[in-house]
């Protein structure tokens, strides 16, 4: 029963309604796409990827340095110190697996749906951790059969003797949202995983009590992956068994109520930013499906909070399945156990994952 929907067509169609609506005002009539020029409107610190529409090999232009520390952070590149503003070869390969891993047309050019995506704000951490695509587009995906999850190098996850996992809501300064609604929010998205494996989750009352702890934090807060403000990155959290889950405070989370109907155009709904950053807490990367709760971007003001089948393959393969789990669609592999999954990945892995972000329907209040 995976949504059939991606979210990357919503965000194109929220876009494309809104550019009806909105780009007789500005200069949209001069760009070969409109919605291009709607996102680069949402303020997200990468505009200006806008400016390299229809880029490609062997030119030079200003912000391909951009681009590049772009592309390494989420480890399309090697890190670098200084990129210069040069099309090369190692530019459009690196694009190229980009566009492999988000479904769009391999042309290794900055084509618009490609400039389109890359503004869409997303998921912080990497797609490609040690040079090896973790969103189930690359060799290891072969080994998943059809399905597009992955796991971090070396499919680290909690130990055996550890299934039943504590939990600490433990920095809420940051945010105005009241303690009861938030142990809510997080129960429910606790209890998603749980439905479909062998772990279950409580609250604890204090970090000191937990295995994972959850926090909301502004800009940098001293792990190296500072926050951003509103949209661009929302969330982060690291691989087992770190524990660590960190919101940006700076979001317009909506924690109650229906997200679709929030007044804010940069919403963005808690519990389906929570079931995704869960999911990178017990082990699952990226997924290459738009309609996995896995996949790198969610897009604003929308919920989505029901795991897929991509999803549910993916976890039991590292901690079995609930017998009393009612499912999604039956998985598309059901055989595959948890030594396939692990064979595939034996790299030795540092923790840091993921990010979540927002494709943004935010057109919409422009
Ligand atoms: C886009 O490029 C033009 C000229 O090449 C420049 O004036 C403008 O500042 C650039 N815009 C951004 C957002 O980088
Ligand atoms: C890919 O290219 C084909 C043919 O040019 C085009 O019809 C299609 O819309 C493109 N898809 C994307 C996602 O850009
Ligand atoms: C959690 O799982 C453990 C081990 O399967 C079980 O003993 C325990 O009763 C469960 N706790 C809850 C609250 O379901
Ligand atoms: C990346 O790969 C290199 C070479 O295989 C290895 O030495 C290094 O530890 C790996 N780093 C991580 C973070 O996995
Ligand atoms: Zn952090
Ligand atoms: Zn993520």
Known sequence: MASATSPLLVLLAAMAVAALVVAPVSSAAALPSGFA??????????????????????????????????????????????????????????????????????????????????????????????????????????????????????????????????????????????????????????????????????????AEDADITIGFHAGDHGDGEAFDGPLGTLAHAFSPTDGRFHLDAAESWVATGDVSRASSAVAVDLESVAVHEIGHLLGLGHSSEPGAIMFPTITSRTRKVDLASDDVVGIQSLYGGNPNFKGVAPPATSSRDMDSGAGALSRPWSALVAVVAVAAGLAVAL
């Open 37 to 206: 020029d709607i996102a680069s409107k949402i303020p997200n610190p990468w505009s200006a990827f806008k400016n390299l529409t229809g880029c490609h090999f062997g030119e030079e232009q200003q912000g391909l340095a951009k681009l590049k520390d772009y592309l390494s952070h989420f480890g399309y590149l090697p890190e670098s110190p200084g990129f210069n503003d040069m099309f090369d070869a190692d530019l459009e390969e690196a694009i190229k697996v980009y566009q492999r891993n988000f479904g769009l047309n391999i042309t290794g050019a900055m084509d618009a749906p490609t400039v389109a995506q890359m503004m869409a704000p997303r998921c912080g951490v990497a797609d490609v951790i040690n040079g090896t695509s973790s969103m189930g587009t690359g060799a290891a995906s072969q080994a998943h059969g059809r399905n597009l999850y992955s796991y971090f190098p070396g499919a680290p996850r909690w130990p055996r003797s550890k299934r039943s996992l504590r939990y600490a809501i433990a920095q809420t300064a940051a945010t105005p949202i009241d303690r009861a609604t938030l142990s809510r929010v997080f129960a429910r998205a606790f209890a998603r995983w749980a439905a479909a494996t062998t772990l279950n989750f409580t609250e604890a009352a204090s």
